[in-house]
């Protein structure tokens, strides 16, 4: 399958740039301090998962990223600008799909297209094919009620790309689907990512998810959060859904479930 | 084809045969009991009433169906407007919800007689009534439609970067839709009841009027043709918003239902 967008030609000074950076961030809800120190780094088109305990600070911070809420301390860039607001070299997922139910699916995914004014029909193809590689072009015309909740989580995901962002946002988008289905939509992301090349921060609380997708799993301890753990799992890819049955993927699986019950102190 | 006839059967042949039943019943019982048509005349005579007094009839209904339409279309774009502004507005929000609580406790008919006094008794009055009764369940509605956003939307239309402007004509405005055909539904039945009582109250057209002029001729016939008329046409103008709501909103679940029954 043809990628759908060749990763833009970026200047060697650019490239050489962490793709994103927050440099000793802190956040405090009033009183509560949600996150006490954070540093990441995520290199140009790397996949980079969050895992931490419920509470812990993972959504504020890919909020902070997203441009829409203010860090207490530190520093966040993108591609070395500092974000100041929202932009639109990021796309997002949320936990729920988020989908205009008045619109089609096809007009869902252009929505960003339409919100950032750039040409409709120019995305039109862009759009369909994402539809295609996410298996819900005989649905472009339908409305999201006609979809299974795993199919307007994939269109959702179109939704986040067709904009050609250089950022991913993931915010835990498979945990309200079903196991088989989440597993399943696991491949498909890896699928996309593969044709369409972007750097990826992505949020979850499984274990298995985190190792399966990422190149690098940043583990986050409890609220205030700090980062407690990073792991580069280095595994082949493209990865398969039997690559979970490999013994190498199963001791990265236990050795981030170590790290994480080591944190957390069970 | 199946599921559509059964359809049919359940949404239409069924209440048709209910309905009919009921009026065989009373036109039964009328003449079984032999009840004098000054209390309660038979169906068949008020079917009469409407064929023999048609033009009498028409020429009262189209000043009340005129008014109720002019009031309702009024008090839609107003209450829209003012739905807008207090969405906007937090000073106009504050400044507004105690008059709308306050509408909503005052039975708004009760001031049809002051309403007299200061418009006189003619079309003004019973437009005003009309406008001023349909006016506030429209805003009401409206407003809870622009206001009702999901977060989880708003949140997603900001990260990509969403005017203002952009959330209002691509958000708030579809999510306002079904808000504003309920209130629709529910000011039309007003309209025509502000423009029905200001007609009791002091006119020399309109149904309201001629209802009340035939009750003092003691002339019942008459009298419920007059009421027929009305809610035939009060049955028309619902129908018809209902008609314009399902091509409007066309995403909302009245569809669901024909949806599945495809399946
Ligand atoms: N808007 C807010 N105002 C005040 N406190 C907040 C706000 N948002 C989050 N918090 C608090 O900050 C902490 C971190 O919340 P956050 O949503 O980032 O956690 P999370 O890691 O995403 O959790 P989960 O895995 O359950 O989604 C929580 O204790 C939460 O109560
Ligand atoms: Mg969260």
């Known amino acids: 399958m043809a990628p759908v967008s060749q990763t833009k030609e970026m200047p060697a000074a650019v490239r050489a740039l962490p793709a994103l950076s927050v440099r000793k961030v802190r956040k405090l809800y009033n009183e509560l301090e949600a996150i006490k120190n954070v540093s990441l780094e995520v290199a140009q088109n790397e996949f980079v998962s969050l895992l931490g305990p419920s509470g812990c600070g993972k959504s504020t911070l890919l909020t902070m990223i997203a441009g829409l809420l203010k860090q207490t301390e530190g520093e966040i860039s993108i591609n070395g600008t500092p974000v100041t607001g929202p932009r639109p070299e990021i796309g997002m997922v949320f936990q729920q799909p988020v989908l205009l139910p008045w619109r089609t699916i096809l007009d869902n995914v252009l929505f960003p297209v339409e919100l950032l004014k750039l040409p409709r029909d120019k995305y039109v193809p862009r759009a369909m094919e994402l539809l295609a590689m996410a298996k819900i072009d005989d649905f472009a015309g339908s409305l999201p009620r006609q979809l299974s909740g795993g199919m307007r989580q994939r269109a959702s995901i179109c939704r986040a790309l067709v904009h050609d962002p250089a950022i991913l946002l993931m915010d835990e988008p498979f945990s309200a689907l079903d196991a088989l289905t989440r597993d399943e939509m696991g491949v498909e992301l890896l699928r996309i990512w593969q044709a369409n090349r972007k750097t990826v921060v992505f949020v979850t609380h499984s274990i298995r998810e985190a190792a399966f997708l990422s190149d690098r799993v940043v583990v986050m301890g409890r609220r205030p959060a700090t980062i407690v753990e990073e792991m580069t799992i280095d595994l082949p890819r493209p990865r398969q859904i039997s690559l979970t049955e490999d013994e190498n993927f199963n001791r990265y699986v236990r050795a981030l479930r170590k790290a994480i019950e080591a944190s957390h102190g069970h | ?263």
Do not use: C
């Open chain 2, 1 to 263: 084809m199946g599921t559509k006839g059964r359809r049919f059967a359940a949404d239409i042949a069924g209440p048709a045969a209910i309905s009919i039943g009921m009026i065989v019943l009373w036109e039964v019982i009328v003449r079984a009991l032999h009840i004098r048509s000054i209390i309660l005349p038979p169906p068949s005579e008020i079917i009469m009433a409407m064929v023999d007094r048609r033009d009498l009839l028409l020429t009262h209904l189209w000043p009340s169906l005129y008014l109720t339409v002019l009031g309702f279309a009024l008090s839609v774009v107003g209450g829209v407007a003012v739905a807008i502004l207090i969405t906007y507005s937090a000073a106009l929000r504050k400044g507004f919800y105690p008059i709308i609580i306050v509408s909503q406790v005052i039975p708004k008919i009760s001031i049809a007689p002051l309403f007299i006094v200061w418009f006189g008794t003619g079309t003004m009055s019973s437009l005003l009534l009309a406008f001023l009764i349909a006016f506030f369940p429209m805003t009401i509605n409206s407003a809870l439609g622009f206001q009702s956003i999901d977060e989880d939307i708003a949140r997603m239309a900001r990260t990509f970067m969403a005017s203002d402007w952009q959330v209002f004509w691509k958000i708030r405005m579809p999510n306002a839709l079904p808000y504003i055909f309920s209130g629709m539904k529910i000011s039309i039945t007003l309209a025509i009841i502000g423009v029905i009582v200001s007609e009791f109250v002091a006119s020399q057209e309109g149904i309201g009027y001629l209802i009340k002029l035939a009750g003092g001729l003691l002339d019942t016939p008459l009298m419920m043709a007059a009421i027929t008329v009305l809610s035939i046409a009060g049955l028309i103008l619902y129908g018809l918003i209902a008609h314009f709501e399902r091509r409007v909103v066309y995403w909302q679940s009245s569809s669901d239902i024909s949806g599945s029954g495809g399946g």
